[in-house]
């Protein structure tokens, strides 16, 4: 889908800062006209789309990075993001840390334009049907969001409608995880309903009933409610979906939205009009010049570096280790430089920072892997049909098929190949906030913590970690709740564990 240009609305908080909750009134920065015509709900609507695409450039961070996953290309020049990014990676994370005020915030902030173009579509006059649409594609978007706000921080304020007051924006208090779910069963219920099984090429890219579905699978999952996923994601297997049997195909840029992909976030490179994505130049290697983004000079961040860890966690001749990530790349000089990278979205691209990568966030791979899952856990061992989800993705691999399994050997299985099919797509935070129990994270973070303390994954430099670096705590899976949050709300309560 080419995204229309956000509207004014869009263009109007986004200037008003990142802290949703010291706004005044969205709904005043709204013209009173607007949201009546299908053309108006449909920039509202692509708007969201927009803003989504803001949430996702910067997920890396909160999904992967903290992480065995990843780690960065430790810059002794320039140590002005310890405090911030960095403690991320070591879990330095406290309610004054920057980045976790961002993400807080900035997914408020998106939330602000469903809340209000939910309310005010009932007004339009336009085809109810496409206005269903409308609401399930808003309604999935919104189900997203306070999924990941639940897996981020446990429980959160809910809001559903745009706020008339300032003053209101004290008054909330932070919902029982069990409310936090029941909002998004709700809207996920509503889009399964609401959504097309697909669209036009024109419309590509939007949500669709398999993404609603997909997402339902995985909070139920999520929930331990097994045989629930197991009913809703076998209604995936019927929509069309399917793998592509070159695993590089999945993330080219000129075979976007292609039979895997159930929901992708878009981006449009090639052109100058703010829908790019940048994602190479976040994760390429520091002082790499060039060798790895095809520009005369060209660095990376250093951001979301494979570690060493996960390099090991591939079977030998597995066709996706050199489709996902290069182990070190070749100097102008001509010489190796040992610095890994992720290479998944790694692409040729026109104009310098900016590339025309789509972010897979739900994909066919995905919902097999879930159902495998489910299926081993809801019988206390796998089946024959759950061994079929995983093998069939592992021929595409060039592996050999699992077989002789019981339910343990199996749950960790699919968890190893869950890591590498679907390794620096975010959902390895997730999936072992699923599968481990904090006090059992806990021991299996600092176990390879342990492991890259002693041989990192990039030069330091010389320069030691501190006391405090790569120590898990069991109420480390949760977030804190941003400091700046609780100084403007007095009745946000703090996550256990932090100040």
Same mark, same amino acid.
């Given at each position: 889908m080419k995204y229309i240009a956000c509207i004014l609305v869009v263009l109007c908080l986004l200037s008003c800062g990142d802290d949703f909750l010291n706004k005044t009134d969205p709904a005043t920065l709204v013209a009173s006209g607007f949201y009546k015509t299908e053309a108006q709900v449909q920039q509202a609507v692509n708007g969201v789309y927009g803003q989504l695409q803001g949430i996702i450039l910067s997920q890396w961070r909160y999904n992967e990075f903290i992480t065995d996953n990843t780690t960065l290309h430790f810059n002794t020049g320039d140590r002005g993001q310890g405090p911030d990014i960095e403690a991320?990676? $070591?879990?330095?994370?406290?309610?004054? %840390?920057? %980045? =976790?005020? %961002?993400?807080?915030?900035? =997914?408020?902030?998106?939330?602000?334009?469903?809340?209000?173009t939910l309310v005010k579509l009932p007004e339009a006059t336009f085809d109810a049907t496409l206005k269903?649409?409308?609401?399930?594609?808003?309604? $999935?978007?919104?189900?997203?969001?306070?999924?990941?706000?639940?897996?981020?921080?446990?429980?959160v304020i809910i809001i559903t409608e745009p706020l008339q007051t300032p003053a209101e924006a004290y008054a909330f208090e932070r919902q029982p995880v069990d409310n936090v779910y029941e909002l998004i069963r709700s809207d996920l219920d509503f889009a399964v309903n609401a959504l097309p099984a697909s669209y036009n090429a024109t419309n590509k890219g939007r949500a669709s009933k398999g993404a609603a579905l997909t997402l339902l699978g995985k909070v139920q999952l999520t929930l331990k409610e097994y045989g629930d996923a197991i009913a809703t994601l076998r209604q995936v297997l019927?929509?069309?979906?399917?793998?592509? *049997? !070159?695993?590089?195909?999945v993330f080219d840029p000129q075979n976007k939205n292609h039979a895997e992909s159930v929901f992708?976030?878009?981006?449009?490179?090639? !052109?100058?009009?703010?829908?790019?994505?940048?994602? =190479?130049?976040? $994760?390429? *290697?520091?002082?790499?010049?060039?060798?790895?983004?095809? $520009?005369?000079?060209? !660095?990376?961040?250093?951001?979301? =570096? *494979?570690?060493?860890?996960m390099i090991a966690a591939y079977e030998p001749g597995?066709?996706?280790?050199?489709?996902?990530?290069?182990?070190?790349?070749?100097?102008?000089?001509?010489?190796?430089?040992?610095?890994?990278?992720?290479n998944k979205y790694n692409h040729p691209h026109t104009i310098r920072g900016i590339t025309n990568d789509n972010w897979p966030v739900l994909r066919y791979a995905d919902v097999l892997l879930m159902l495998a899952e489910a299926i081993n856990e809801e019988e206390k061992g796998p089946s024959t049909e759950a061994y079929g989800y995983v093998n069939i993705i592992r021929d595409r691999a060039d592996l050999e098929e699992l077989s002789g399994l019981d339910e343990v050997s199996f749950r960790e299985a699919v968890l190893k190949e869950r890591r590498v099919e679907l390794a620096f797509e975010n959902h390895r935070w997730f999936d072992l906030k699923r599968t481990k129990t904090p006090e059992a994270m806990a021991t299996f973070l600092n176990a390879y913590a342990a492991i890259e303390k002693s041989n990192p994954t990039t030069d330091r430099g010389g320069i030691p970690f501190t006391p405090g670096d790569y120590q898990f705590s069991p109420y480390e899976v949760l977030f804190p709740i941003p400091a700046s949050e609780r100084r403007i709300n007095t009745k946000l309560s703090q996550n256990t564990g932090y100040n």
């Amino acid at each position: 889908m080419k995204y229309i240009a956000c509207i004014l609305v869009v263009l109007c908080l986004l200037s008003c800062g990142d802290d949703f909750l010291n706004k005044t009134d969205p709904a005043t920065l709204v013209a009173s006209g607007f949201y009546k015509t299908e053309a108006q709900v449909q920039q509202a609507v692509n708007g969201v789309y927009g803003q989504l695409q803001g949430i996702i450039l910067s997920q890396w961070r909160y999904n992967e990075f903290i992480t065995d996953n990843t780690t960065l290309h430790f810059n002794t020049g320039d140590r002005g993001q310890g405090p911030d990014i960095e403690a991320l990676e $070591f879990w330095q994370v406290n309610s004054g %840390t920057p %980045t =976790i005020s %961002t993400l807080y915030s900035s =997914i408020y902030l998106s939330m602000v334009n469903i809340n209000t173009t939910l309310v005010k579509l009932p007004e339009a006059t336009f085809d109810a049907t496409l206005k269903a649409q409308y609401e399930g594609e808003l309604r $999935f978007i919104r189900a997203y969001y306070y999924f990941l706000l639940v897996q981020y921080f446990g429980e959160v304020i809910i809001i559903t409608e745009p706020l008339q007051t300032p003053a209101e924006a004290y008054a909330f208090e932070r919902q029982p995880v069990d409310n936090v779910y029941e909002l998004i069963r709700s809207d996920l219920d509503f889009a399964v309903n609401a959504l097309p099984a697909s669209y036009n090429a024109t419309n590509k890219g939007r949500a669709s009933k398999g993404a609603a579905l997909t997402l339902l699978g995985k909070v139920q999952l999520t929930l331990k409610e097994y045989g629930d996923a197991i009913a809703t994601l076998r209604q995936v297997l019927s929509l069309g979906y399917s793998l592509l *049997p !070159n695993y590089a195909d999945v993330f080219d840029p000129q075979n976007k939205n292609h039979a895997e992909s159930v929901f992708d976030v878009q981006f449009q490179g090639d !052109n100058t009009q703010g829908e790019g994505s940048n994602f =190479i130049y976040t $994760f390429a *290697p520091l002082y790499s010049d060039g060798s790895v983004i095809n $520009f005369p000079g060209q !660095n990376g961040a250093g951001w979301n =570096i *494979p570690s060493r860890d996960m390099i090991a966690a591939y079977e030998p001749g597995d066709l996706r280790k050199e489709v996902s990530l290069k182990e070190g790349y070749l100097n102008q000089a001509n010489e190796w430089v040992s610095v890994p990278f992720i290479n998944k979205y790694n692409h040729p691209h026109t104009i310098r920072g900016i590339t025309n990568d789509n972010w897979p966030v739900l994909r066919y791979a995905d919902v097999l892997l879930m159902l495998a899952e489910a299926i081993n856990e809801e019988e206390k061992g796998p089946s024959t049909e759950a061994y079929g989800y995983v093998n069939i993705i592992r021929d595409r691999a060039d592996l050999e098929e699992l077989s002789g399994l019981d339910e343990v050997s199996f749950r960790e299985a699919v968890l190893k190949e869950r890591r590498v099919e679907l390794a620096f797509e975010n959902h390895r935070w997730f999936d072992l906030k699923r599968t481990k129990t904090p006090e059992a994270m806990a021991t299996f973070l600092n176990a390879y913590a342990a492991i890259e303390k002693s041989n990192p994954t990039t030069d330091r430099g010389g320069i030691p970690f501190t006391p405090g670096d790569y120590q898990f705590s069991p109420y480390e899976v949760l977030f804190p709740i941003p400091a700046s949050e609780r100084r403007i709300n007095t009745k946000l309560s703090q996550n256990t564990g932090y100040n």
